[in-house]
């Protein structure tokens, strides 16, 4: 990076950490469109607005900083803004034309993003080296049909947004007892400790039974304006019913907790004053790693999630999938150019940067199979469950609410020392499927 363009990134990195939104000045042309990997051959300065969560603005700067010392022929001005994942839609879509030209967000927000025409496509050489390098669910996750063609509208970054098991070394002694949710409770029961897993109140995580049959799903029609038109779902059928047996068989194990959530799984690990923890074992995600690691020390262990028992078959639980994904904006003056810096932010080196600077899960495949990264025991674990998980996108809208309470009358029949009937189980089903319908 040459003097000049150092001096306005310094300045315009100074200006963003005291709050400000910086944003690059916005012509009218019309979002979405194709970006192969042009450039700026007018010798002017190229300004580039990024935006990415808090933790990630000194690594973004950093790989920044790399990018414009690797292409010393032209002159950048990079302004960085901070923007959580989770809110990213709201901030943006309230006015597109002076968003940045790349921000990062969450799969599951693509489709709403591409409505909104916040994302160029990405097309050509870039297309290319994007589905050959990352992993078949991360391009799939980045990857909208329109029309009835699949197209490319992001870069993959991140993969390791699902929940797999936590456990205690020194109440499973036999990798033989993390095999089986019947021998995992079982072992617990026998030790006088809880397996937690929070199915209760939310869907994300009861979805992992219903999609350990590869048979069971929904389907979502789209219009041009990603506006669902016909919404399908078979979890009313015999095989979901199946399902729903299984579930009351394990909610109704006394060493089952399904009213559960992060506070109450760090509360149950934590040891009490005479050095017990209630939990054996727990469901969760890399959120709570470093914590559980404190609380657990070297009995700390990590594994993908257990098979269950329906309608007598061994079937492998499989949650969702969440990808971490960077877009180009589709009213960027800069397509050509945010694209290149894009692919550059998410590519194999910066992937393996983020992961030994935050510990974040690649996509990349390079990277993925690097001795480093397999040896880590959390993310190794992450991308052994992400082969098992469907990808968090295109996903019902009216999904997620009926899912939540669909087995609370199971619970509360349980704490009334009561048992729910299949045909109770059946009306459930039901009453979910014509909720999601459309």
């Not at 990195?13 to 709050?19: I, V, W």
């Not at 901030?91 to 916040?118: C, H, M, Q």
């Not at 609410?401 to 009334?416: D, F, G, H, N, Q």
Request: hydrophobic share 35%; net charge negative.
């Amino acid at each position: 990076m040459n003097v000049y363009s150092k001096l306005i990134a310094s300045v315009l990195c100074l200006s963003c950490l005291c709050g400000s939104f910086a944003a690059c000045a916005r012509g009218s042309s019309q979002g979405n469109g194709t970006v192969n990997n042009g450039g700026n051959a007018t010798g002017n300065p190229i300004s580039l607005t990024i935006w990415g969560a808090q933790e990630d603005q000194q690594m973004l700067k950093e790989m920044c900083d790399a990018y414009a010392m690797e292409n010393p022929d032209k002159t950048y001005q990079f302004r960085f803004g901070v923007l959580g994942e989770g809110n990213s839609s709201d901030k943006i879509l309230n006015d597109v034309e002076a968003g940045p030209d790349i921000f990062a967000f969450p799969s599951d927000r693509i489709n709403t993003f591409y409505a909104g025409g916040a994302l160029a496509r990405i097309g050509g050489d870039l297309e290319s080296q994007v589905k050959a390098n990352n992993s078949e669910g991360s391009v799939e996750a980045a990857t909208i049909r329109v029309n009835g063609e699949d197209h490319l509208y992001a870069f993959p970054v991140t993969g390791d947004n699902c929940y797999f098991l936590y456990y205690d070394k020194s109440v499973f002694k036999n990798p033989e007892d993390l095999q089986s949710m019947d021998r995992l409770l079982d072992v617990a029961e026998s030790a006088g400790k809880k397996v937690h897993f929070k199915i209760n109140d939310d869907g994300w995580y009861l979805a992992s039974f219903f999609f350990a049959d590869e048979d069971l799903g929904y389907d979502v029609t789209y219009n041009d304006r990603m506006v669902e038109e016909k919404v399908e779902i078979n979890f009313d059928s015999e095989d979901g019913l199946d399902v729903m047996k299984a579930i009351r068989h394990y909610v109704n194990r006394d060493g089952f907790v399904a009213q559960t959530d992060d506070s109450k799984i760090i509360a149950a690990f934590t040891p009490d004053s005479s050095g017990k923890r209630e939990c054996a074992a727990a469901v969760s995600g890399t959120w709570n790693a470093a914590t559980i690691k404190r609380l657990l020390g070297d009995n700390m262990g990590v594994c993908i999630l257990p098979t269950v028992k329906i309608d007598g078959e061994d079937v492998r639980l499989s949650g969702f999938m969440g990808y971490k994904l960077m877009g180009v904006n589709g009213y960027s003056q800069n397509k050509g150019e945010a694209a290149k810096l894009a692919a550059y932010l998410t590519n194999e080196q910066n992937q393996l940067k983020r992961f030994r600077t935050r510990g974040l899960g690649p996509t990349n495949k390079k990277v993925s199979a690097l001795p480093e990264v397999m040896n880590d025991p959390i993310i190794s674990t992450v991308l052994e469950q992400a082969a098992y998980n469907r990808s968090q996108k295109d996903v019902p809208s009216a999904f997620w609410t009926p899912m939540a309470s669909l087995i609370t009358p199971i619970l509360t029949a349980k704490a009334e020392g009561k048992t729910v009937s299949d045909q109770q189980l059946q009306e459930y089903l039901n009453a979910l499927c014509k909720q999601i319908r459309k």
